[in-house]
């Protein structure tokens, strides 16, 4: 199995951009689809990107995926940062066998 | 529009099994894939393993293989995740999600807290 590694913690400034990191441990980054979950505190998961870089009906444009292969990695990019996007954010991928969750990222709006 | 709806809060003893359960409406259950995922205090999500009503194929995550058993009532709509041998690293909120193509997880539960205590 491979794993996920989000940073732990990242914070920025209302108005502003912010950039997620999820690196695999091992087999390509583009071999399989990179999810990503917001979750608030007390709540479910909900998905923000899915298939790399989808959204679903309903989340902001400000919200955006992406896939590097020369890093291995996906990227969760949040712009114009809104009080409400304080959360934790994880990836998700899989494998033939199963599916992983990222590390998780808690993001603080200062 | 689906929803899933878990059943409630277990409280259990070390060593006791339990069997949490995930009823889909808006929806046939038979009609796509559900997981179970669950988050220790403060922690991550962590895949548990899935199954395809229609076909009853199941997969675990090697980490809960012998020890977690997933299934699926198509008649009522439901799937149930039974976990044994309790210890308090088992304490968590578990989660149902319905997948969608089998890659992600577009709705899911309310949770259910398990409390492995003594």
């Known amino acids: 199995n491979f794993m996920l590694t989000q940073p732990h913690s990242v914070s920025e400034s209302p108005g502003k951009t912010v950039t997620i990191s999820c690196t695999r441990s091992?087999?390509?980054?583009?071999?399989?689809?990179v999810q990503w979950y917001q979750q608030r505190p007390g709540s479910s998961p909900t998905t923000l990107i899915y298939?790399?870089?989808?959204?679903p009906s309903g989340v902001p444009d400000r919200f955006s995926g992406s896939i590097d292969s020369s890093s291995n990695s996906a990227s969760l990019t949040i712009s114009g940062l809104k009080a409400e996007d304080e959360a934790d954010y994880y990836c998700?991928?899989?494998?033939?066998?199963?599916?992983?969750f990222g590390t998780g990222t808690k993001v603080t709006v200062l | 529009q689906v929803q899933l709806v878990q059943s409630g809060a277990e409280v259990k003893k070390p060593g006791s099994s339990v069997k949490v359960s995930c009823k889909a409406s808006?929806?046939?259950?038979?009609?796509?894939?559900i997981s179970w995922v669950r988050q220790a205090p403060g922690q991550g999500l962590e895949w548990m393993g899935g199954?395809?009503?229609?076909?009853?194929?199941?997969a675990y995550a090697q980490k809960f293989q012998g020890r977690v058993t997933i299934t699926a009532d198509k008649s009522t709509s439901t799937s149930y995740m039974a976990l044994t041998s309790l210890t308090s690293e088992d304490t968590a909120m578990y989660y149902c999600?319905?997948?969608?193509?089998?890659?992600?997880?577009?709705?899911w539960g309310q949770g259910t807290l398990v409390t492995v205590s003594s």
């Open positions: 999600a319905k997948m969608l193509s089998g890659t992600w997880f577009d709705y």
């Open positions: 808006g929806d046939t259950l038979s009609s796509y894939a």
């Open positions: 199954i395809i009503p229609i076909s009853g194929t199941v």
């Open positions: 091992s087999g390509s980054i583009d071999s399989n689809y």
């Open positions: 298939e790399d870089n989808q959204r």
């Open positions: 998700q991928s899989y494998d033939s066998s199963s599916h992983v």
